[in-house]
């Protein structure tokens, strides 16, 4: 059974929201997904591009009012 | 009312003796009790670790008898704590005792996990513990030349010290005069140099300069051992001579085997530093799950807020503060200087130019840590 986990990195800098979903990523099985909470803007770019990278699967990238919501799911 | 503080590091230091002098009055009467469970007698300064690995510090000068440390009005025990029952506000210790609590505050640190990645404790060298630190130290001065790659897990203690370490591993190697016969290769997890990007603005120019190279999208996978080379989760990989690794951290085995939170991270709420789903759990440092760094800074300043929020519920029935998430990180930059980085939930870091005062003020404070850690700054 599949997890989908919510990540608030809202207003942090250091690590940063994308070191935050690194990590959540390597806690996840195969098959999870995370929803990344960032306001961070450049993270709407930064995100699909390690997915990408890595060979994860992204989701849905979304903003709603100041928060992006990227969620992504784990292939391997 | 009895409060435990489960762990002698950076915060749980911090926090028993900001609440020992508070609570003086009220221990003086026997209406409260600050007991202390700690895994060592010993406290170390571990920033001293990245000076120990470039010939800077000697190990013994980080550390300090942790009873000397402490409030006097403190019970002080060396008994690790194996079992937590948070529902039953009560722990078990190593010596098989019970302590029983009204408040409980945990401060138990973290723990490099090298041994995740396949070859990387075999063929890795890290400055995170004191062996470590002393055997790269050691076989960076027999070193005539070659390749040196920086990796860095996710999470790790301490953000800045991949990039203190180039600049550190770039001084030292000029002051052995063989900085030209050697190529250092700065490799980061995601698609810039350093996750503050103010961070990355400003230490990109400085690593040009220096002739650091950098690969940024690069997570370690593993490490061939006979080979000598990294290989990344991205696809690519470096041959070196000597790897620096800056591993991933868990937070310690116990929290973990209690389950009290994944990889040993407890969940906690980032304004007033308490457990998930308990009101009388507090968290403290490295232990928290909050998107903050995992530095001492970080520890200290939720130490301050945990402390006299427990001491105000004492006094007066309510907490008086939160945590805004303030961290204050020296950046080390070498040549003699540094800056350095402070920040909260709000206000990202504005980074200044690196200057010598505030290389003299972080050496400076290598000594005044033992005033901060007894809460005296």
Redesign the interface.
């Known amino acids: 059974m599949s997890e989908h986990k919510i990540v608030?990195?809202c207003?942090?800098?250091?690590?940063?929201?994308?070191?935050?979903l690194?990590?959540y990523m390597?806690?996840a099985a195969v098959g999870d997904t995370i929803e990344l909470l960032s306001t961070d803007s450049?993270t709407a770019n930064?995100v699909p591009?390690?997915v990408n990278?890595?060979g994860h699967e992204l989701i849905s990238s979304e903003q709603v009012g100041d928060v992006w919501h990227l969620t992504v799911r784990k292939a391997k | 009312m009895r409060v435990l503080v489960v762990g002698g590091g950076t915060g749980g230091t911090i926090v028993a003796n900001n609440l020992a002098r508070r609570l003086a009055p009220e221990i003086r009467a026997r209406k409260a009790k600050i007991t202390m469970l700690s895994a060592s007698d010993q406290h170390m300064y571990q920033p001293g670790l990245l000076y120990v690995a470039f010939g800077q510090m000697m190990p013994d000068e980080l550390y300090r008898d942790q009873r000397s440390l402490l409030e006097s009005n403190i019970d002080f025990h060396v008994d690790p704590v194996e079992k937590f029952e948070l529902d039953k506000n009560s722990v078990t210790t190593q010596s098989g005792k019970t302590y029983e609590y009204d408040v409980i505050v945990i401060a138990t640190g973290s723990r490099t996990m090298s041994n995740k990645i396949p070859g990387l404790e075999e063929a890795g060298d890290t400055f995170y513990t004191e062996a470590g630190a002393v055997k790269l130290f050691k076989k960076l001065r027999e070193f005539e030349g070659g390749k040196i790659g920086i990796v860095v897990g996710v999470p790790h203690k301490c953000p800045i010290a991949p990039v203190e370490a180039a600049f550190s591993l770039h001084d030292y190697l000029k002051a052995r005069g063989i900085r030209d016969k050697v190529e250092i290769k700065y490799h980061y997890p995601i698609n810039r140099m350093h996750s503050i990007e103010n961070v990355a603005i400003w230490a990109k120019p400085e690593f040009d300069r220096m002739g650091i190279e950098i690969e940024t999208l690069f997570n370690v996978e593993e490490v061939d051992v006979e080979n000598k080379v990294v290989k990344s989760m991205e696809g690519s990989e470096y041959a070196f001579d000597i790897l620096i690794s800056i591993p991933e951290h868990h937070g310690m085995e116990t929290i973990e085997s209690n389950n009290l939170g994944p990889d040993g991270w407890i969940p906690t709420d980032r304004n007033s530093l308490k457990m998930e789903g308990y009101d009388n759990v507090y968290v403290v440092g490295d232990t928290t799950n909050l998107p903050v760094s995992k530095t001492g800074s970080a520890a200290h300043f939720e130490a301050e807020v945990i402390s006299e929020n427990i001491a105000s519920i004492i006094k007066i029935g309510a907490p008086v503060k939160e945590y805004d998430g303030k961290v204050y990180c020296f950046i080390e930059a070498g040549h003699d200087k540094a800056t350095y980085a402070m920040f909260n939930y709000e206000n990202p870091p504005d980074l200044k130019a690196a200057n010598k005062s505030m290389h003299w003020f972080k050496m400076s404070y290598n000594k005044m840590y033992w005033a901060s850690v007894r809460g005296l700054l």
């Open positions: 608030d990195a207003n942090t800098y250091c690590p940063g929201p994308l070191m935050e690194i990590t390597r806690q450049g930064d591009e390690w990278k890595i």
